[in-house]
């Protein structure tokens, strides 16, 4: 079994300024890790994965992430923030072999200020 | 264009009145699950299926039924609704078993809200 920890559950930033959203996991095997970003009023979409090979892993619009295996971490960056990037965003885990079913993380919620 | 579909995206009803959610994706996918999101408890798996006539419970699955009679279909059915079940409401799919990372596609979404 796997969990996932989102440590902010809220982050307010100014617009321009970088940002960093935290996720941890626990697992007893291998994962592939997720983050995904939920735009009001829409679903989910994948925002990026990393699944093998360079730990530092590029997503759309501008983000990346970063694959810590010693810290179980997967935290999500950008430089600089919009306005546009105001949204809620899962980190989200499943096991590499097996079952495949992922584990979300309780979401965190970027809000871009002017 | 590769979708995940769900009818209807708002829907306010009453207790006790039986109502269907349905899902429907063009891609193939052998892996369908529904997910429910309330503020501050994040996504909460209500059940899966990891293929046609095989479904599991999630982990809140009290208060719901669904069947898998089709690899493209997976309805979330509310036999006798409750206000607790007012909640945004999300499918989604994936590749089965072989090809599959966990990389969900989801739905847009669907708002019930039960008086």
């Known amino acids: 079994a796997q969990s996932v920890t989102q440590l902010d559950s809220q982050v307010p930033v100014f617009e321009e300024a970088p940002v960093e959203l935290r996720c941890n996991y626990s697992s007893s095997v291998s994962v592939y890790l997720f983050w995904y970003v939920q735009y009001p009023n829409q679903g989910l979409q994948l925002l990026l994965k990393?699944?093998?090979?360079?730990?530092l892993v590029k997503g759309i619009n501008g983000f990346e992430a970063e694959f810590n295996k010693s810290q179980t971490s997967f935290h999500l960056r950008k430089p600089s923030v919009h306005i546009s990037d105001t949204a809620e965003y899962f980190c989200a885990v499943s096991p590499s072999g097996g079952s495949y079913i992922p584990t979300f993380g309780r979401g965190t919620s970027l809000i871009v200020h002017p | 264009e590769a979708q995940v579909t769900q009818n209807p995206r708002y829907l306010i009803t009453v207790t006790g009145k039986k109502l269907t959610v349905t899902c429907s994706q063009n891609?193939?996918?052998?892996?369908m699950s529904w997910y429910r999101q309330d503020p501050g408890l994040g996504l909460r798996q209500i059940y899966y299926s990891m293929n046609v006539e095989v479904t599991d419970k999630g982990d809140v699955p009290e208060g719901y039924k669904v069947s898998r009679k089709e690899k493209r279909n997976f309805p979330l059915i509310l036999e006798s609704p409750s206000p607790n079940q007012t909640s945004l409401y999300f499918c989604a799919s994936s590749f089965g078993q072989g090809v599959n990372t966990g990389e969900l596609f989801f739905g847009e979404g669907s708002r019930l809200t039960v008086l």
């Open positions: 891609m193939n996918h052998e892996y």
């Open positions: 990393y699944l093998s090979g360079s730990t």
